[in-house]
């Protein structure tokens, strides 16, 4: 499943919602709503990197790169995924969806995660543009004013 970038909304929040509806070869038919953390705090990249090492525990070094993977994908959405659907969560461990067999579903959130991010970073790189272009054009006319207003002060100083 690929996610779009459409497919993706971000709340005045900061918080992006993305709806899964995918059909895997194991457990068939996955459906819901995911809410993102559009971004992890740096304790939450520290969390989260701890998480990884514990899950791949002692000797990780030895760890096939798909088990490495799995790892990342699992401890990262531990700390991005704030709201999900009930397939996500069996409440036995404390990764949630970890117990799911499919991993085209793991690989499919983790994206929708990672371009929640990216999205809401782009979007504050654009608002930031456009407020930067209003301040350019504001401190201008404050410029032109000011001008205007030395003229008709030296001005009234001939009169």
Known sequence: ???????ISIDSKGLAS??????APIAGLYQGTFKFRTGLSPLQEIE???DYRDLLGK????????IE??????????????EYPPF????????PGSHIRDKEVLEAVFEASVMAEQKYRSQLAEKTKISMEKMKKYVEKLEEDDKINKEVEKDSEKA
């Open 1 to 7: 499943m690929a996610v779009e970038e459409q497919d």
């Open 18 to 23: 993305w709806d899964i509806n995918l059909n």
């Open 48 to 50: 989260a990197d701890r």
């Open 59 to 66: 000797n990780a070094e030895f760890a096939a790169s798909h």
């Open 69 to 82: 993977n799995l790892a990342y994908t699992l401890a990262q959405l531990r700390h991005r995924v704030v």
């Open 88 to 95: 996500w969560n069996d409440g036995t461990s404390r990764f």
